[in-house]
């Protein structure tokens, strides 16, 4: 079993910073790959980024140049550092966690994030 928790979701202006974080913990599990998705209200859930154990990133192309994510493998813990916000970028940000073995996927409980024009 894996236990998610993430924090650092909130309210900001536009133009703002934000950082989210997501600790995993697990006493039997290796965690992979590691990703934030987010859902906008009338939205389906969506791709922000990922990184890989080794710290392979990808990102959506909305947010490119914007947000950097990172982690901290002895810390299981995963980071997404939101500069230049937009009202746009509003929703709630989900951990997303890949546990082997053998493959798991966990989520985590979401964060919400609001950024005001």
């Known amino acids: 079993q894996v236990q998610l928790v993430e924090s650092g979701g909130g309210l900001v202006q536009a133009g703002g910073s934000l950082r989210l974080s997501c600790a995993a913990s697990?006493?039997?599990?290796?965690?992979?790959?590691m990703g934030w998705y987010r859902q906008s209200p009338g939205k389906p859930r969506e791709l922000v980024a990922t990184?890989?154990?080794?710290?392979?990133?990808t990102y959506a192309d909305s947010v490119k140049g914007r947000f950097a994510i990172s982690r901290d493998n002895a810390k299981n813990t995963m980071y997404l550092q939101m500069n230049s916000l937009k009202p746009e970028d509003t929703g709630v940000y989900y951990c997303?966690?890949?546990?082997?073995?053998?493959?798991?996927?966990?989520w985590g409980q979401g964060t919400q994030v609001t950024v005001s024009s």
């Open positions: 997303n966690v890949h546990a082997v073995p053998p493959m798991t996927v966990y």
């Open positions: 697990t006493t039997s599990f290796i965690i992979s790959t």
């Open positions: 990184i890989t154990r080794g710290g392979i990133t």
